[in-house]
């Protein structure tokens, strides 16, 4: 069974940090292009970070350049969101995702159920 499953989220200060993981069973991340995404409550969801699955392409939001970082640990078949000076508008749900194209979209093939961050004091 193809499954992807976040981890890491919870309730931190602002300006804190966070790490979300994302495990793949059942195909390699490798070959495929991988999406965070975030839908927070009242809002549509949103792209975060995207790596293309030959890594020759990758593009973050403006809303979190600078303080997310997105990276793969190909030998664990597992993909990261480092989250850093962490905001209260960064409080959403987390999904990653994966598809077998070029390019991160809406419609991914394999998607994780989600991970809650909260950034609150």
């Known amino acids: 069974q193809l499954q992807l499953v976040e981890s890491g989220g919870g309730l931190v200060q602002p300006g804190g940090s966070l790490r979300l993981s994302c495990a793949a069973s059942g195909f390699n991340l490798d070959y495929y292009t991988i999406g965070w995404f975030r839908q927070a409550p009242g809002k549509e969801r949103e792209g975060v970070s995207c790596?293309?699955?030959?890594?020759?392409?990758?593009n973050t939001a403006d809303s979190v350049k600078g303080r997310f970082t997105f990276y793969r640990d190909h030998a664990k078949n597992m993909v990261y969101l480092q989250m850093n000076s962490l905001r209260p508008e960064d409080t959403a749900v987390y999904y990653c995702?994966?598809?077998?194209?070029?390019?991160?979209?809406?419609?991914?093939?394999?998607w994780g159920k989600g991970t809650l961050v909260t950034v609150s004091s």
């Open positions: 995702a994966a598809d077998v194209g070029p390019h991160c979209n809406y419609a991914m093939d394999y």
């Open positions: 790596i293309s699955a030959s890594g020759g392409s990758s």
